[in-house]
């Protein structure tokens, strides 16, 4: 019963996930058509706006911002006092929304879930990932975040505060990872790259490739 | 709505899977369906609050065995029909009875802007804040049949104010009936063991956006 894709159709799965009910794709074909000889859609924006999430707007935005906190503390104190204008000092700029960013520490680990839909930072991480609008983590992270984090990223000491943050409200949030050691020295480029989105919505840490951390 | 969407402390979901190397759009007809909700709402017929609800309204079975895109599918199809967008006969056979004359259509050129100011929930609207960072409250126990964006497990239970967040629109409201009723959103500490008792973690906490209309003192 998750939202989990699966790809290959004709199982017993497929009708519940792929192609269930009444095929979507020839009911979303059909609306697009009917919209747009209405003429209340334009094709084209469609494109645009698709090719916007695939191309344009996504966790590098975020990583960018993550990184830039990393070497520049003026930049950090910004970001965690107004979220959205520091990332817009960065070109970010999204839907209206205000944007809180959370800081990871080394006694407090921050986790973003939203239990009554999708709420996500499009701005500085684009469309939210299947896993995250799925039944299993809107369900589970606020009951036991945990047991969540020891799954997807390993066990959190009991000397650690974990707090999660349900999305209700148009203000969405960014976790600030902990930067991992052995990157003394790095450039923001070279940090940004292992900046992933799952640190940013708070289920891992960031870790250096190779280094087993 | 006490509905299905409200999933927060529900058991028996299964494992959080995470896919490698996800893309945007898992085929074609899902980027489209995004798109088409996305550009309908240039038309400005509906607010986010009341997109949300509409897809709250899908019958509960259907809603947990539907994939994300078929729930925005769902919702967009009601929303165009119960604004006039769309007649229930035009939906059904796929043949427009009326053209629209373009006014309100997003276009390609406009995409950019339409996505940074598309949801503007932060009012400048002067209202005194309820409570104070803080303030002990707690959340109404309360259950609306139409939206709320008060989860069910907090109802009932006592918190603390960590941030006021200023004025914003109630969606509560807004959803129902496009009423802003504006007022502060708060951010309310709800410790772990006040939400699921002496099992959960004593250090841990939820953090949940509220708005005054949600909350009494404790």
Same mark, same amino acid.
């Given at each position: 019963?998750?939202?989990?894709?699966?790809?290959h159709?004709?199982?017993d799965?497929?009708?519940?996930?792929?192609?269930?009910l009444?095929?979507?794709?020839?009911?979303?074909?059909?609306?697009e058509?009917?919209?747009?000889e209405?003429?209340?859609v334009?094709p084209?924006?469609l494109?645009?706006?698709?090719?916007?999430?695939?191309?344009?707007v996504g966790?590098?935005?975020?990583a960018?911002v993550v990184?830039?906190a990393w070497?520049?503390?003026?930049?950090?104190?910004?970001?965690?006092?107004?979220g959205?204008a520091?990332i817009?000092?960065? *070109?970010?700029?999204?839907?209206?929304?205000?944007?809180? +960013?959370?800081?990871? #520490?080394?006694k407090v %680990?921050?986790l @973003?879930?939203?239990?009554?839909?999708?709420?996500?930072?499009w701005?500085v991480?684009?469309?939210p990932?299947?896993?995250?609008?799925s039944?299993?983590?809107?369900s589970?992270?606020?009951?036991n975040?945990?047991?969540v984090?020891?799954?997807?990223? *390993?066990?959190?000491?009991?000397?650690?505060?974990v707090? +999660?943050?349900?999305? #209700?409200?148009?203000? %969405?949030y960014l @976790?600030?990872?902990e930067r991992?050691?052995?990157?003394?020295g790095?450039?923001?480029?070279?940090?940004?790259?292992?900046?992933?989105r799952?640190?940013?919505?708070?289920?891992?840490?960031?870790t250096?490739?190779?280094?087993g951390? | 709505?006490?509905?299905?969407?409200d999933?927060g402390?529900m058991?028996?979901?299964g494992?959080?899977?995470?896919?490698?190397?996800?893309?945007?759009?898992h085929?074609?007809?899902?980027?489209?369906?995004?798109a088409?909700?996305?550009?309908?709402?240039?038309?400005?017929?509906?607010?986010?609050?009341?997109?949300r609800?509409?897809?709250?309204?899908?019958?509960?079975?259907?809603?947990?065995?539907?994939?994300?895109y078929?729930?925005?599918l769902?919702?967009?199809e009601?929303l165009l029909?119960?604004?006039?967008?769309v007649?229930?006969?035009?939906?059904?056979?796929?043949?427009?009875e009326?053209?629209?004359?373009?006014t309100?259509?997003?276009?390609?050129a406009g995409?950019?802007?339409?996505?940074?100011?598309?949801?503007?929930?932060?009012?400048?609207?002067d209202?005194?804040?309820?409570?104070?960072?803080?303030?002990?409250?707690?959340?109404?126990?309360?259950?609306?049949?139409?939206?709320?964006?008060?989860?069910?497990?907090?109802?009932?239970?006592?918190?603390?104010?960590?941030r006021?967040?200023?004025?914003f629109?109630?969606p509560?409201?807004?959803?129902m009936?496009?009423?802003?009723?504006?007022?502060?959103?708060y951010s309310?500490?709800?410790?772990?063991?006040?939400?699921?008792?002496?099992?959960?973690?004593?250090?841990?906490?939820?953090?949940?956006?509220?708005?005054?209309?949600?909350?009494?003192?404790?």
């Amino acid at each position: 019963m998750s939202d989990h894709p699966h790809h290959h159709a004709g199982d017993d799965h497929a009708r519940e996930h792929d192609r269930p009910l009444s095929g979507p794709a020839l009911r979303v074909k059909a609306l697009e058509s009917l919209l747009v000889e209405k003429g209340l859609v334009d094709p084209k924006a469609l494109d645009e706006l698709i090719d916007t999430y695939e191309t344009k707007v996504g966790p590098r935005n975020g990583a960018r911002v993550v990184a830039r906190a990393w070497v520049d503390p003026a930049y950090k104190q910004r970001l965690l006092a107004d979220g959205g204008a520091a990332i817009a000092e960065l *070109g970010f700029v999204g839907r209206g929304e205000d944007i809180v +960013v959370l800081e990871n #520490t080394p006694k407090v %680990r921050n986790l @973003v879930v939203c239990t009554l839909c999708s709420c996500y930072p499009w701005p500085v991480l684009g469309l939210p990932p299947v896993w995250y609008k799925s039944a299993p983590y809107r369900s589970r992270a606020v009951i036991n975040p945990r047991g969540v984090l020891k799954e997807l990223g *390993g066990e959190i000491p009991d000397a650690v505060e974990v707090r +999660v943050w349900d999305s #209700t409200a148009e203000l %969405r949030y960014l @976790v600030l990872p902990e930067r991992p050691a052995g990157t003394e020295g790095w450039s923001e480029e070279q940090l940004a790259a292992i900046v992933t989105r799952d640190a940013m919505i708070g289920v891992v840490p960031v870790t250096v490739p190779g280094s087993g951390r | 709505m006490n509905g299905v969407h409200d999933m927060g402390g529900m058991h028996g979901m299964g494992p959080v899977e995470i896919e490698q190397d996800e893309p945007a759009f898992h085929s074609g007809w899902e980027a489209r369906a995004f798109a088409l909700t996305v550009a309908s709402a240039s038309h400005r017929r509906w607010n986010i609050d009341m997109s949300r609800h509409s897809r709250e309204r899908m019958p509960p079975a259907d809603y947990l065995a539907a994939t994300y895109y078929e729930r925005w599918l769902f919702g967009l199809e009601k929303l165009l029909v119960e604004n006039g967008l769309v007649s229930a006969k035009e939906l059904e056979s796929g043949c427009p009875e009326r053209r629209a004359d373009g006014t309100g259509t997003l276009r390609a050129a406009g995409v950019a802007e339409f996505l940074r100011v598309r949801i503007r929930a932060r009012l400048e609207d002067d209202v005194r804040p309820k409570f104070r960072v803080g303030g002990r409250v707690i959340a109404r126990n309360i259950h609306p049949a139409g939206h709320t964006r008060l989860p069910r497990y907090a109802r009932g239970r006592h918190g603390v104010i960590e941030r006021d967040h200023g004025v914003f629109v109630f969606p509560d409201t807004s959803a129902m009936s496009g009423d802003k009723k504006p007022q502060h959103l708060y951010s309310v500490r709800f410790a772990a063991r006040e939400l699921w008792g002496a099992d959960a973690s004593p250090r841990d906490s939820v953090y949940v956006n509220l708005w005054d209309d949600h909350l009494d003192p404790a």
